[in-house]
């Protein structure tokens, strides 16, 4: 197509990534650019659906926003914006800059190329939440903003369906259709007492956000889990040259150690015992800001410094979860799971043989890919999205990174021939497909800032889309695939099991605390400026990173187009 510009675009999703994406196309002049989205409204798990009371944003106030639109003024002492204002703030940004431009209530079927021998183009086929009615989209151009949660899992054995298998007599359901629930209790004219004995599963955030949200409304609920998520949490706000700043970036080795105080920390023996001093000391502190005390389950937790499984409880709430279990409130069974559905049509059976009587079980147990329900076999395989067995010689290249000293005496883990490799390069576009610019994603890469990380990467990818000459992509498909596989061997090394754990529609790249170094590779790939926030060889680590830096990216990103073409 001569001019890319006016080829047309499906973005497939409304959440926040497709949002700052359909937006980023449209000012660099896409003329033809659709959203497609099952919900009735912008938001994806911040959509008025899905958001139900007592959910809470995982990012200090001010962090997870876009830069053409300022943050909503948080009602919470905590700074924490609630479900609900994270809903308004989308919506918001859609009505101020995206009219028009999504098809609401339309779920996506199935994605697929128009004929068996193409190799560009895509069809879309939807079917209309209303009237179930079916039809086929077509675009030149997709980007893919499903997310990693917005499809439930749920273990077979503690199903809805293995639970009327054994006659349960209570109610099942998975935490996100936790709104629905309440709203269906309030169409029967019953408040939340109408759950009755609740068992929730799962120890992650929206476990305990349910459970907090229940205690607060007077009904006593059983958390179970193997282990909590980890978290950190602190007496007073930390100042922004901390928590919004590159210092925890920096105590967090990146496949790459930029800086000599980066160098220092991860590969001598004395920078090692530091961070992992620093680290531990943030560990316990949040257990006690938290008030976790030594004998109690909840210390029962993933690892803060090998894991990502991490939430950031800021100074913890008086009718916060912790707090809650601190005063006894909240019932915690750990560690154990869930096994089964008792005989008796009441109750649920543990792992180790013991029992709880359950009128209501909430399944807190994550999310699965939301990839495999769009892609035949046959696309999947041409477009080369899914992940694959590691190289087996390259299993052997984790060992590049043995200087690192700070990752000395990892957790037990599975072998590395199990932990399967990302098909996708820079986590935005499946190396396979690279020369063919017409397929990308955003949204893949897991980050603590998703604001940041989603608007830098829609200029990624439009600046793909755009043919940027300045734009730095691999010389080859199968160099591409190579820079996937070594980023999967140091995701390997960095956090052990953790790519068993993260579903494969965010896990092609776990750009934890190390997002702004993740981010800077995007931005020298675009031939941008880097360490954008600034500061000297000694402050540069505590300059506090803003979403300002951004906001000028398209007519940088034009200069340097200018520039080129002249």
């Known amino acids: 197509m001569s001019d890319p510009k006016a080829s047309s675009i499906g973005i497939l999703g409304s959440g926040a990534a497709g949002l700052i994406t359909a937006y980023t196309l449209l000012r660099d002049g896409f003329t033809n650019v659709t959203i497609i989205s099952r919900d009735s409204k912008p938001g994806g798990v911040w959509s008025d659906e899905r958001v139900y009371p007592g959910l809470t944003i995982n990012n200090v106030y001010g962090e997870f926003r876009f830069s053409p639109q300022p943050s909503l003024a948080a009602k919470d002492d905590s700074k924490r914006l609630s479900g609900f204002e994270m809903r308004d703030y989308m919506k918001k940004f859609a009505d101020n800059y995206l009219e028009g431009v999504i098809r609401y209530g339309f779920h996506i079927i199935g994605v697929m190329r128009p004929s068996n021998n193409s190799s560009s183009g895509w069809n879309v086929r939807v079917e209309d939440v209303r009237t179930k009615q079916q039809q086929t989209l077509t675009f030149d151009r997709i980007v893919l903003c499903t997310g990693g949660c917005s499809e439930p899992y749920i273990p077979e054995e503690i199903s809805p369906k293995s639970a009327k298998h054994a006659s349960f007599k209570g109610h099942v359901f998975h935490s996100s259709q936790f709104r629905t629930q309440l709203d269906k209790l309030q169409a029967e004219g019953k408040d939340e007492r109408g759950f009755g004995e609740v068992v929730i599963v799962g120890g992650g955030k929206s476990a305990q956000d349910v459970a907090a949200y229940l205690a607060n409304k007077g009904v006593r609920s059983s958390v179970v889990f193997d282990k909590a998520d980890a978290f950190l949490a602190v007496t007073s706000p930390l100042p922004d040259a901390i928590r919004r700043s590159r210092f925890l970036s920096i105590l967090s080795p990146h496949s790459s150690l930029n800086s000599r105080l980066e160098r220092f920390l991860h590969t001598t023996s004395l920078g090692s015992t530091i961070t992992h001093f620093i680290w531990n000391k943030i560990i316990a502190g949040s257990f006690d800001a938290a008030g976790v005390t030594k004998d109690s389950p909840l210390r029962n937790t993933q690892d803060a410094f090998w894991g990502v499984r991490i939430n950031d409880e800021g100074v913890p709430k008086p009718n916060g979860f912790h707090m809650l279990v601190k005063e006894g409130k909240i019932d915690i069974v750990a560690p154990a799971r869930v096994a089964s559905y008792s005989s008796d049509g009441e109750s649920v059976i543990l792992n180790n043989g013991g029992k709880l009587k359950a009128d209501t079980v909430v399944l807190a147990t994550g999310y699965t890919s939301s990839w495999h329900p769009l892609f035949d076999e046959q696309t999947a395989a041409g477009l080369g999205i899914n992940r694959h067995p590691p190289d087996p010689s390259l299993v052997k290249s984790e060992d590049k990174w043995n200087n690192y000293v700070s990752l000395s005496n990892p957790p037990a883990a599975h072998p590395s021939s199990e932990q399967w490799a990302s098909s996708i390069y820079r986590g935005i576009v499946p190396a396979k497909n690279l020369f063919n610019r017409d397929f990308a994603i955003n949204g893949a890469v897991f980050t603590t800032n998703n604001g940041y990380a989603f608007e830098v990467t829609a200029h990624w990818i439009s600046s793909y889309f755009l043919n940027d000459s300045n734009l730095k992509l691999p010389s080859s498909p199968e160099e591409a695939l190579a820079h996937a596989d070594r980023n999967s061997a140091w995701l390997r090394k960095r956090y052990p099991d953790m790519l068993l754990w993260a579903n494969e ?9 190390t997002w702004p170094q993740v981010i800077d590779e995007m931005l ?24 300002k830096e951004i906001e000028k990216l398209k007519e940088e990103r034009d200069e340097l187009r200018l520039e080129t073409e002249s």
Do not use: Q
Request: hydrophobic share 40%; no cysteine.
């Open 505 to 513: 529609s965010y896990s092609s790249n776990l750009a934890f605390w």
């Open 524 to 547: 020298s790939d675009m031939g941008l400026k880097v360490y954008r926030s600034g500061g000297s060889w000694l402050t540069w680590p505590f300059k506090v990173i803003e979403l």
